[in-house]
DNA sequence: CCACTTAGTCAATGAGTGTTGACTTGAGCA
DNA sequence: TGCTCAAGTCAACACTCATTGACTAAGTGG
């Protein structure tokens, strides 16, 4: 997927407004207009124009985003949600850590099932592994503050 | 965060591959210019001086990524993985209906654990019916072919 | 038929973009 | 001291972008 095109078409503020709008609803051109509060319809056809690779324009006069533009929308929301990521990282950790609590003392003790425990375990394990890897030493932004 | 800067900072070739160089290491000037094989001086200033929103110059010419920068390359990742996501959804069925059919027919005959395969099946199918709703009724991506 | 809405197209314009190539400034070294 | 490389800065230029406002052509309601 040739990705520049693809960020071209959401790099100015009214086209990521399009963007949500249509990823809400297939949209007729004048209720885009209405919406975004855009006087000029040569604005809005401007706009629309630079958004083609994305959309596509579904039977009769409604703009709809296509899966290039499902995956533009996509790439705003994980833009937007980034600052959630440190605390994702916290409520992983506490899941792991309170999960296999619960295993190891209420469990385990009183049935055969350490088997399935030991892969929970093992399962768990690498997967807090791996994401706490992928976190701090590859990326190190889960312990600096933003700037 | 203010995604149009974030994604004009990208919207050139030239720029997702600087992008991918310093996602790697932090890299100096001379040694970009090398990677990418660009002559000019001037034309790796202006794609350096678009990406000023998304990079720091770290202590003696280094430059490298920032928070903002990784959020930018999470999303060229996202758009890139793209085509991965039907199997995805195909592998999270499977692996909804394979944990399930061994929990109906080898945990819960012979053990007093009912309860926690309620809990398991209640958490999996509500999972489930979550992504199955995103993915099928919201977004409508998963059984159309790509364009 | 006239007024009005919808869905555009088109030309003009100033600001910004991508690229080139020449120039600068400072460090390293022979 | 002069030479070379690294890391830029700058002016110039063609081209594209964002925006405006005028225009069109098709359909709808009274």
Redesign the interface.
């Known amino acids: 997927?040739?990705?520049?095109e693809?960020?071209?078409a959401?790099?100015?503020?009214m086209?990521?407004e399009i963007l949500r709008v249509l990823a809400r609803r297939p949209t007729r051109f004048a209720d885009l207009k209405r919406k975004l509060k855009i006087d000029s319809s040569g604005l809005l056809d401007f706009h629309l124009r630079k958004m083609q690779y994305i959309l596509?324009t579904n039977g009769e006069g409604l703009y709809t985003l296509?899966?290039?533009g499902?995956?533009?929308l996509?790439?705003?929301e994980?833009?937007?949600h980034?600052?959630w990521q440190r605390r994702a990282y916290c409520i992983n950790v506490f899941v792991y850590v309170a999960m296999n609590a619960y295993f190891a003392f209420f469990?385990v003790p009183n049935?055969e099932?350490l088997g399935?425990y030991l892969i929970v375990l093992a399962l768990t394990t690498s997967w807090i592994v791996f994401y706490s890897y992928w976190s701090f030493v590859k990326?190190k932004?889960h312990l600096?503050k933003?700037?």
Chains 1, 2 share one sequence.
């Open positions: 997927m040739e990705s520049d693809l960020f071209e959401i790099s100015h503020p086209r990521i596509t296509n899966e290039r499902i995956a533009a996509q790439a705003v994980t833009v937007s980034m600052g469990i049935s099932l399935l990326r932004i600096r933003p700037e």
